[in-house]
């Protein structure tokens, strides 16, 4: 950056149009606009994308790759007449702004795309990701394998032609349920009793499983032990499987080292073991069906979840002409149960990487305190105490309730009734500063803990940017890149933040990311509170939306800051004439997901028992990795 | 927990009223339930969004030691419970099964949540298995997406009443009791699909099938009537040659002998003991071939 | 100094430790006693230390907006002009907004002249898909389903039990009251009445409507009432079920209707009723 020309200067942070128009000057025959209604950016053919991509990031500017991800046009019939696969890219920059979304079509029967880890790293698993549920091979991918799934699974079942063995119609509402409603199980669907369908060209002779060999490969197993000399001493070097049932892994995931003595040599994370298929479902329900299963992804932060979901939806139905944005209460609102819930996500996040590295639970066990309370008020105005399902289009499910009041309904039930203003203000307040300045105080200074992850998994500036890595992990590494002020949504702009950022790149910076942005989201609860009282009078639900709400053709990408990083949600409506009830595409970009792709490069050369560190100082969640 | 004396005595024998506080005539059953009952381990296993309610119910405010069962331990060589919390997906319940199959006996699996116990709202999914008790003995459903902790506790309280009702001398009310060690269930292959070995029979029927009607799609055929719904099953003739079930010792198979009642267990004779061991072992198979054909 | 850092920790683990006794002195080692009622403070913000809640002894009571499995309401039984009738309409807005699609409803007939009448004949609920998300309550028109505070639902086999049927969902309305009493005080608010409003559309567009038709309801009630509790003894119990279907004057309000067409519609009410309880007792 240092060498930087004027005229290059410019290109770099113009705005997105000029970025465009000076794409297509460049590359006159490979690159078009996406002129179908709803849709915007660029359709790069195939055979440039990969020059395309790289004048973007080098000349351009955009050197974060956000999402990639594939939409299935089979007998869409309305953007396209043709049926193809379309890889969709979404583009930012690190100083800020929205994104420049580039796409790419291939062919369904012979799906090639040529690869873009070459430009930016992060490419690498959501191309995997790609490959396992569209079938569209990349060229050039250096690690192309079934990453969800696993080897020998027929199909891709992301295309639009593959069914599932409980498949019943296309979209939701299903017809069977009313008026005839006669209930049934769907395993009565098989004759197996079970959720499995096969081929009907199954070798049946040879049913062995293949997905474990798959998985070894290229780690050497199978040949013989290879040997290393270490200062005359000769070793063997030694794969290790550890888990997907491993109580450090949190929850069900999976990674493979090769290791050197204590060194970790290589390490491959292998997930879909949560794996539930959330994109497919999500593509037969309706927009509003999909709010609560979006809860069960990042389960420990759902109104995070919520959050993001409901303003990629709401971009497409601000299309429409009785379209009425949230009421400002609504909004202090969905502020207030975000920022809450990055507060219990971080807690959760610090208190596991501590079970990780050693200090086993007491330190969750403090933090739980405070997040039961908080629990009890999401419960009080939600409804749940973890799957919130809170956001509505246009709104929240409901206003706060004047006092948060339980009433007796089993036996030895105990009644709780507190003012709700009372409550919120003495946990924001008190409460929860109080449970931080605790946590820094067991931690912060703490000698163990710094020895054990100062220097420790480090992720260079440059690194951070080129994996795609996003939230802590990324602060964490210098990069002050934080979407509430890069490309800021709901109040955001008028609330009075700093982004936290750490230069150190380790265990002990991301550490430190988090106590920081826990004191923000204080910081900017505090200033929700005179809002809260404010908008008193202000409804909450006007602006509702319905049930029925359906959605124009066109194509959005909503994105928050969550507790884990970037949250997207790339939503596509379309294959109906005018507006779409369902649909066609319904894509998260997971940071979880997303955040593992370095984790092979920062384990290297690391000891096993820092791995566990690294893996929980990433922070992630299985619901959302494997979706 | 404190041992409550009186709670223990069974009624049948008269105690001195005051002798009642400190002398307890028990069944080694219910004592040995007792003791089973308050020391439960369970696994520290978490699959999806219940797991953290799990680990809440264990945390401070719900606190499940109070029960005896702090001791979460993530090897299943030494715990006693697995709870399965939450969504089952195919290429999980390989290692799953493999778990269970390593938890000693006795051994309880508690599905927690609406996916562990039939599928939950991620049923439709291809990847997701419809219930946890299409592989494994389930004791305890807890439904709920996600159940809170108090019901999770509820769940708990259950199984423990279950427990409490098991008996040693009733030697096929449970598999592990006196009957010597169980069969490990089948680990599932990752195919195309998942593939369950109990059902590879079915598969490979189901395959040659398809292969003889080419154009007919292996799922479109019509549902036929499971084999051990049959009535020849059903009088007790155990089906030859069960792809999943391992070769029968002799005693094992063969008609149920019909044992004299009426008689406490302990004044009953060697033979009519050995009897019933050898009817539990026969029930045993049944039930094991009923599963290997039912799936 | 080298070691402060554990040290500073320690001392924080100390004082949680002797934190969570601090209480038990406060209420003289009585903290967990049923004497004393200090359950809403050791839940409350304002304590510290030990917060356990003593499940099965004590329960967390839920708030009014938790939500676990369905319900459906009822009408009260021993509601005197529909005693336990049901307040679905059978509409199946419920079965759409289901993400899970975990509701099933067969939409009630007449049984003499096969037109759909707003009344389920079946509702089934699996609760093993069901996420508990609270949509079809949100949604429901008719306030007729309501999520359910009842958590203790563990058993030991779901093959039988873990679809709930129409009879295991339906609760009486005081039920739902009792449950949520400022959300049902609201919802009636709205309605205009503690009455179920099967009423179309039209007839309470406005608050106002609705309230005037409320008021001339209650004292068309009052009068229904006062005339049974007269004829109580007159009346005999086999006319319910037996002779011709009994059949309303349609075409009215029913706060237009006279009281004979009103008493005769309960009466085909009942009738109907009997003629489906008959027919599913012969299937």
Known sequence: MVDMTAPDLDLKTGSIDDAIANLKEKFPDAVSDDTRAGYGGVIVDKGQLREVAQYLKQNLGFDYLSSATAVDYLGEGQHTTDDHLEMVYHAYRTSGGSALVFKAQTDRDDAVVPSLVPVWKGADFQESEVYDLFGIKFTDHPNLRRILLWDGFHGHPMRKDWKEPYYEEEAKPFGSRWPGGQVHRAEEKTIFGKNVQYPADIDLS????????????????????????HDGVETDQLIVNMGPHHPSTHGVFRMIMRLDGESVRDLEPIMGYLHRNHEKIGERNTWLHNIPFTDRLDYISSMGNNHGYVLAVEQLLAHNKRWKPPTYRAEVLRVLMVEMSRIINHLWAIGFWLNDIGAFFTPVLYFIEERERMMDFFEAVAGSRMMCNYMRFGGVFADLPERLRSTANLMND????????QFLTEMINERIPRTIDDLEELLTENEIVKVRSIGVGILSKEDA?????????????????????????SIYPELDFDVAVRNEGDMYARYSVRVQEMRESIRILKQILPRLEYTANESATANNGSHGDKAPLGEAYGR??????????????????????????????????????????????????????????IDIVLGETDR | ????????????????????????????SKLYNWGRRNSMWPMLFGLACCAIEMIATASSRFDFSRFGMEVMRATPRQSDLMIVSGTVTKKMIVPIVRLYNQMPEPKYVLAMGACASGGGPFKEGYNVVSGIDKYLPTDVYVPGCPPTPQALLFGMIALQKKIDGESLSLMDDVPWYGVGPSEPTPVPILGPDIIDPRQMDMIRRRAESGARQADTAVMDVSRELPAWRSPALATGAVAEGGSGTATASAEATGELTAIPGGKAPWEESEEIYEQRRINALRRKAIRASRRTQEG | ??????????????????????DDIKYGFKKFSPDVDNFETRQGTQTRGVFTVQYPDEKLAMPERFRFVPFLVVEDWDDELNPGKDWCTSCGICAKVCPPQCIWIVRGDDPVTGRPIPEPEAFFIDIDICMNCGFCAEYCPFDAIKMDHDYELASYDRTTNHVFDKEKLSKEQR????????????????????????????????????????????????????????????KPAASVSDGPIIVGQPGKAPWEESEEIREKRRLGALQRKAIRAAKRGDG
């Open chain 1, 206 to 229: 040879r049913l062995t499983d293949i997905s474990e060999s798959k998985l070894y490969e290229g780690f050497g197993m199978g040949v013989d032990v290879q040997k290393v000399t």
């Open chain 1, 414 to 421: 105990r009644v709780r009734d507190y003012n709700t203003m």
């Open chain 1, 465 to 489: 940017i080129n994996y795609s890595t996003a939230g802590p992990l990324l602060r964490g590494s210098g990069v002050a890149y934080d979407i509430r002020r890069a490309d800021p949504y």
């Open chain 1, 560 to 617: 928050v800051e969550n507790g884990k990083g970037e949250l997207g949600y790339y939503v596509v409506s379309a294959g109906n004439k005018r507006a779409t009830s369902n649909p066609w595409r319904y894509h998260v970009r997971a940071p979880s997901f997303i955040n593992l792709t370095p984790l092979g490069a920062m384990s290297e050369g690391m000891k096993v028992a820092d791995v566990v560190g690294i893996l929980g100082s």
């Open chain 2, 1 to 28: 927990m404190e041992l409550n004396l009186q709670e223990l005595s069974t009624t049948q024998y008269p105690v001195p009223a005051d002798m009642a506080n400190n002398v307890a005539i028990t069944s080694l």
């Open chain 3, 1 to 22: 100094m080298n070691g402060q850092g554990l040290l500073k920790g320690m001392l924080l683990t100390l004082r949680h430790f002797v934190e969570s006794y601090a």
């Open chain 3, 175 to 234: 039920y739902w009251k009792n449950l949520a009493p400022t959300r049902a005080a609201e919802e009636a608010d709205v309605r205009g009445g503690w009455e179920h409003k099967n009423f179309k559309k039209s007839w309470n567009t406005t608050k106002e409507q609705a309230q005037s038709a409320q008021a001339e309801k209650d004292t068309k009630r009052d009068e229904v009432r006062a005339r049974k509790a007269a004829a109580a003894d007159e």
